[in-house]
């Protein structure tokens, strides 16, 4: 309550209004939680399993006209929940921990086989390429068509556009995000500490991310953990789009992308970190492509339904369709998203339920890197603006690059 300034509630149901969850689930309610804190005391709140039904999705505080960071208060509930043994339900049948506890290990170290062929990068290098758990879950999940290792493999290909070789790291872990919201406190620090020490190794001045979720955490979490990293955190999409701008391109490749799609903004990346025009720009420069919005976007897009894999319901399935029809709507052959999460989460609602329409999903980076290799050669559009100076500066010419 205190840390949240959870006080200045003014009891008028914003919060619950918003709230995809709530819509479908009378049970759950933010304005009431925060009111049986202020009435009943913590402890009520803290052992109610309605906790973990939360999405994190941060659009009661986009709305909230008392500023409450009602996410936050939350999560520390969670937190003083874990310390009475209080957990959600891990969805996922447990794998999900079990590969978080894998990298926890001291002698983890992951192999850099998750690369592939035709992307090239360094052991040290002004610029940093974080993957995250996207090998992993490229793994878990590749049943529903999930390509996690691909679009890591197409992440590291755009920087190679741009022309930098980033660095990649054996002793990279997981970045904490699902741990951080579900009140993991000791993992979230230990996963910060390794992370940053790992990245700091190969002397990268700049660390860029393609998951959302791994950018809040190196951008918003971890300077209250660790204290100054000594690298800038970058998020992919904005990088390519101010290359793009400065490059004056009017287009990226040639038109071999006739279609129709719609965009999904992550909230971690629409509501956390404002980043909501690049992606819409990076789309309108591939030739050949139409990008039609859905009703909600942008801050006030809908949640992808679920969150830290914890406590998927059907409840959480129904925000899923209602996004997925939303979706078709738009008359949009393709579902475009910048994060993993949304990509898995639709994809597995896609297969699930009964939804009248054919919908594919795919993620933006994938769709820029083939649009960028499509490029004819010798015409210069492969690559927008390729560096000189600056961090990651001339990498692509100045040394022996290992594939």
């Given at each position: 309550i ?42 009520d ?14 659009t ?53 086989s ?28 590749r ?7 691909a ?8 920087l ?34 390794r ?5 700091r ?7 860029v ?6 950018y809040?955490?190196?951008?918003q ?28 391109r ?69 925000i ?14 393709t ?7 949304c ?12 939804i ?32 000189t ?15």
């Amino acid at each position: 309550i205190d840390k949240t300034k959870a006080y200045y509630c003014l009891d008028c149901g914003i919060c619950t209004g918003s709230c995809p969850v709530s819509r479908l689930d009378p049970n759950y309610s933010p304005r009431l939680t925060v009111e049986r804190a202020l009435v009943l005391g913590e402890g009520d709140v803290v052992c109610d399993p309605e906790i973990w039904s939360c999405l994190t999705c941060g659009t009661c505080n986009l709305r909230c006209p008392s500023t409450v960071d009602y996410t936050a208060f939350l999560r520390e509930a969670r937190s003083r929940a874990r310390e009475l043994g209080e957990t959600g339900l891990c969805t996922h049948a447990e794998k999900i921990d079990a590969f978080l506890d894998l990298q926890l290990l001291p002698t983890y170290r992951r192999p850099a086989s998750w690369l592939g062929r035709g992307a090239k990068v360094r052991k040290r290098s002004d610029t940093y390429y974080f993957a995250g758990c996207l090998p992993f879950l490229g793994v878990i999940f590749r049943e529903i068509g999930f390509e996690g290792s691909a679009i890591g493999q197409a992440a590291v290909r755009l920087l190679n556009s741009l022309g930098i070789v980033p660095a990649i790291g054996e002793a990279e872990v997981c970045c904490g995000h699902d741990a951080y919201w579900t009140g993991e406190v000791d993992r979230v620090r230990d996963l910060a500490r390794r992370n940053v020490a790992a990245i700091r190794q190969t002397g990268a001045r700049r660390v860029v991310f393609s998951c959302p979720e791994c950018y809040y955490m190196f951008k918003q979490v971890y300077p209250e953990i660790v204290g100054k990293l000594g690298f800038e955190p970058v998020f992919l999409l904005t990088l390519v789009a101010e290359r793009l701008a400065d490059a004056k391109r009017g287009g990226l490749g040639r038109g071999t992308m006739e279609a129709k799609v719609t965009y999904q903004d992550p909230c971690r990346l629409a509501r956390f970190d404002q980043v909501i025009a690049e992606p819409r720009a990076l789309l309108g420069a591939i030739p050949g492509l139409e990008l039609a919005e859905m009703t909600r976007a942008g801050r006030d897009a809908l949640c992808c339904g679920s969150s830290s894999w914890v406590s998927c319901s059907r409840v959480n399935k129904k925000i899923q369709v209602e996004r997925l029809t939303e979706a078709l709507a738009t008359g949009a052959q393709t579902l475009v998203t910048a994060c993993p999460k949304c990509n898995i989460h639709l994809r597995c609602a896609l297969r699930d339920q009964d939804i009248a329409g054919t919908l594919e999903i795919t993620d933006l980076v994938l769709l820029l890197a083939r649009s960028m290799e499509a490029a004819p050669e010798g015409s210069g559009s492969a690559k927008i603006g390729s560096e000189t100076g600056g961090p990651g500066g001339g990498e692509a010419k100045a040394a022996k690059a290992k594939t």
